[in-house]
């Protein structure tokens, strides 16, 4: 498809030069508010008889965007547009106002119009108007029918009037019918327009588009990366069918063909929900439709637990809150029901019969919600999780591996995978991130770094021992690995390797094209395809037979494994209770090797007594991101791309705040695309999408990290002045930066009021400091240099100490924490040692201490010391120069919890199981 870079030329200086929002989406949303002013404007104008040509160039520049934009839309559509462009021509201004203000009102509720006296043209001059009583408004979901055909203006009128003749009352939903000419159009609507869940293809339709806008770029980059092969006729549909789902996998496909029907279903496969012949009736499809929407709005969970609180029940078992008996009897705590409502309680129940179903072995409503949700993810199995992903993920770790076992871990991961692993008694080697000094935060693990590590098990004999690696994707501060080339890259040195990725951030990334090919879950299902497909069968046996480098990076088809493991923390990026959480499993080997295990584990972390809200708040999430997560998160990700303009284009918010950009979290060799930004006030967007094609590593688009050390004021100091003084909550400090994170519940109200309160930060500290005396502007001076300058060193995982080694003497790193964690249970095996210049001096005079526990400050929020780790002079420095308030393992008064060099020395011959019982009284 090369020959459509030229149509599209450079894109970057096209949007700089119009200035362009991010999305298409946002550019028609901001358009109709445009016309909308210049139509007022207009008609004050013409009253007041001043001049008039501004508003009337604003109304014709917006009404010929429109005309474009509303070609994928079935409300108000191109139609619309057309008849209010009438009314400009004909002179009619304050119609002109009246329609489209009462269309814009109606665009921001997010739903059709309900037809009344403002949605009709207004009647000429001097006739009477006829008002009509407005129809009843219809609540049910409304959905868009894609219908992909080239048809006259004729044609379309006659399958629109098929299709809506067909809808009926008693429909749980409400469509519409919008028609794509061609197969780039059909990928446009897909993109822009959000509300399409079905789309109906038919044949011989051409392949280029006639609409030609900037904001539609996007949608076709991403169309050219996925390289669709120019097919014609009946296969041009196929490829279609394969790019929506690329795409939108949750889109029902749908194709209506001449062809024989048998023929075109074994071309079809999977790809097609449905083959419908052209003379079939529109009420097969309709059917169908509704069917495939009504198969992802489905609850099971959730609809059990409603009609279940619906019943008189009779509790004489647990649970005195249960149907609310022991607060609307109570006198002292009605409150609680006034303020949470009946519902509630109603729901809250420990039954697993009458319509419901236990967690630990569920066989009814909750089996298939978690079925859903595996749908709806790209798992091959989904498994509920109400305590969080610090127990999904020790649910994982437990169920696959075992003591002795080595797994890989980045050294940044979550505390719990720390203690999961020490649970385990697996022998761990610490990964390192490469470090952002400048910013006070890690990044993510190269993927040589882990080769590098694979390859000293292999040259050492012991690959046999490496079990697991787990990373988490993507970071707190939004570095994002590429899963798929790692798996492919470890799987060619360890083909029986165990990936865990913990995306406990990442859940939302699932449902947008783009970011859904960094997922676990996607990587796995398009690795399983590789290995499996005849042409890399193919290329693997060449590569073989020339030897060398050539087979060193490929995995062998015959003996690698697809095993991933995902945990995810849905209630953070998408709608669930707090703990709602998640397991996705592509395990190919899960029946045969963990299936056992993993439901011990389950059993071993979960709770008898499951949260039955949490679990129906689960179910409904997955319903929402089925049917609307990808205009949420289309919309999130556009929410964080308008902050980022915001911040750098404000004269004074750049004074004393800097967005960090790709290049500044991403270190240039990771970054093979060359994108130092996502948005820059001279060059305007970046191709976003090279970089995620390219890169080892990219940056998460709805992160906005923001460097505030220019305030004068530390992370924490600035997280708590947003939270004392605007009620803002942020979480992720460093140094001095603050993490802002867009999710799917917000608005650009929401944006927008961060804003007016960083503008007015930054003019307090500009008017402070314009007022301080000259030594005080000395010290805020010296302040800022030291939060943006003198950050300390990030120190690297120094090493086990041989007494927590299997062979001290071996080029692997691995340690056993286990040993080294429960070996601190006795008091007599430690003691405590200040953290000073004189500790310092003495390590590096070659003093060796080795830590007895966890220390964890916050930020960075994960171990720089572990249980068995040596205490490296780097490490020392380190500490000693944090200025954050909250550090867990240490205790300033007493010192560093170690180990006494007797404990070390005798516990080097022992293994755990060897070790003396512990006084744990003390």
Request: hydrophobic share 40%.
């Amino acid at each position: 498809m090369a020959r459509d870079e030229d149509r599209f030329g450079d894109v970057e200086k096209r949007r700089a030069a119009r200035h362009l929002p991010f999305d298409a989406a946002t550019l028609r949303g901001d358009t109709w508010n445009d016309l909308k002013y210049a139509a007022h404007w207009l008609t004050d104008a013409v009253r007041l008889g001043i001049d008039q040509d501004e508003p009337r160039a604003r109304i014709r520049a917006a009404l010929d965007v429109l005309l474009i934009l509303e070609s994928y839309w079935c409300w108000p559509g191109r139609e619309t547009v057309a008849e209010l462009k009438a009314l400009h021509e004909q002179g009619r201004h304050d119609a002109l106002d009246r329609r489209c203000a009462h269309i814009v009102r109606h665009l921001t509720q997010g739903v059709p119009a309900i037809a009344d006296e403002a949605d009709e043209p207004a009647p000429p001059e001097g006739a009477p108007a006829a008002r009509k009583a407005p129809p009843p408004a219809d609540r049910r979901p409304r959905f868009t029918v894609l219908v992909v055909d080239q048809i006259s203006e004729a044609e379309e009128r006659e399958l629109r009037a098929g299709l809506l003749a067909a809808r009926r009352d008693e429909d749980p939903f409400i469509y519409d019918v919008l028609v794509a000419p061609t197969f780039e159009d059909a990928v446009i609507a897909v993109l822009f327009n959000a509300t399409v869940q079905s789309c109906v293809i038919r044949t011989n339709f051409p392949f280029l588009t006639a609409n030609r806008h900037e904001a539609f770029d996007h949608y076709l980059q991403l169309l050219r990366s996925l390289e669709p092969p120019r097919t014609y006729g009946a296969a041009r549909s196929l490829t279609l069918a394969q790019v929506i789902r690329r795409l939108r996998p949750e889109v029902d496909r749908f194709l209506v063909s001449d062809a024989p029907l048998e023929e075109v279903s074994a071309q079809g496969g999977t790809e097609f929900q449905r083959v419908f012949h052209r003379l079939d009736s529109y009420l097969e499809l309709h059917l169908s439709v509704i069917k495939g929407v009504a198969s992802r709005y489905e609850t099971p969970f959730f609809t059990a637990l409603r009609e279940y609180s619906k019943r008189p029940t009779g509790v004489f078992h647990a649970l005195p809150i249960s149907r609310g008996k022991s607060i609307v009897n109570s006198r002292w705590i009605r409150d609680m029901g006034d303020f949470y409502g009946m519902n509630v309680f109603l729901a809250e129940t420990s039954a697993t019969s009458g319509g419901l179903d236990s967690l630990l072995q569920p066989l009814g409503p909750l089996k298939r919600a978690q079925q859903f949700a595996a749908r709806a993810f790209g798992g091959r199995r989904s498994f509920f999780v109400t305590n969080g992903t610090s127990t999904a993920n020790k649910i994982v770790m437990q169920a696959l591996i075992r003591p002795g076992d080595v797994v890989l871990v980045s050294r940044d991961c979550h505390k719990s995978i720390h203690y999961a692993i020490v649970t385990a008694g697996a022998h761990v080697v610490y990964l390192d991130p490469y470090p952002l000094r400048d910013y006070s935060m890690y990044g993510a693990v190269p993927l040589s770094e882990i080769l590098r590590h694979l390859r000293l098990f292999e040259q050492a004999g012991t690959l046999d021992r490496v079990r697991m690696l787990v990373l988490t994707n993507c970071t707190f501060d939004g570095v994002t690995y590429d899963p798929l080339r790692i798996m492919r890259e470890v799987l060619a040195i360890k083909p029986d390797m165990i990936f865990h990725w913990d995306e406990a951030w990442f859940a939302f990334a699932a449902f947008d094209p783009l970011l859904r090919a960094r997922t676990g879950m996607a990587a796995a299902a398009r690795l399983r395809s590789m290995l499996r497909g005849e042409s890399y069968a193919a290329q693997y046996e060449q590569a073989r037979r020339q030897g060398g480098e050539a087979v060193a990076a490929l995995p062998d088809p015959r003996a690698a494994r697809v095993r991933v493991y995902v945990t995810q923390s849905t209630h953070k990026t998408l709608t669930a209770l707090r703990q709602g959480s998640m397991i996705h499993v592509y395990d190919e080997d899960f029946d045969q090797k963990a299936s056992e295990s993993f439901s011990e584990a389950y059993m071993t972390h979960t709770s008898t007594s499951p949260n039955y809200q949490i679990l129906a708040s689960l179910d409904l999430g997955r319903r929402q991101v089925e049917l609307e997560g990808y205009e949420l998160v289309q919309r999130s990700i556009g929410l964080a791309m308008a902050l980022r303009r915001r911040i750098y284009e404000h004269p004074v918010l750049r004074q004393f705040f800097r967005v960090l950009r790709p290049a500044d979290l991403i270190p240039e060799e990771h970054r093979p695309s060359g994108i130092e930004f996502y948005f820059d006030p001279e060059e305007g967007w970046a191709r976003m999408d090279r970089a995620w094609a390219l890169d080892e590593f990219v940056l998460d688009p709805t992160r906005v990290n923001v460097q505030v050390g220019l305030t004068g004021m530390d992370g924490d100091t600035f997280k708590h002045l947003l939270m004392d003084r605007f009620q803002i909550q942020i979480n992720k400090t460093s140094r001095n930066s603050a993490l802002f994170m867009t999710n799917i519940g917000m608005t650009r109200g929401d944006v927008a009021y961060l804003v007016e309160c960083l503008i007015a930060i930054a003019r307090d500290v500009s008017e402070r400091v314009a007022e301080s005396s000259a030594l005080d502007r000395r010290t805020h001076e010296a302040r800022v240099a030291s939060l943006i300058h003198a950050c300390p060193p990030l120190p690297n995982f120094s090493r086990f100490h041989g007494a927590f080694r299997r062979d001290d003497a071996a080029p692997t790193t691995e340690g056993d924490m286990r040993k080294a964690f429960f070996l601190a249970y006795d008091e007599r095996a430690c003691d405590f040692v200040k953290m000073d210049a004189a500790l310092l001096a003495a390590v590096e005079g070659g003093a060796e201490h080795v830590s007895a526990g966890f220390v964890t400050p916050y930020p960075p929020g994960f171990p720089v010391l572990a249980p068995g780790q040596v205490i490296s002079a780097e490490i020392l420095r380190y500490l000693m120069m944090l200025d954050v308030k909250e550090v867990h393992g240490y205790q300033p008064h007493y010192g560093l919890r170690i180990f006494r060099p007797e404990a070390l020395r005798a516990a080097a011959p022992l293994s755990i199981a060897e070790l003396p019982m512990l006084n744990l009284e003390g």
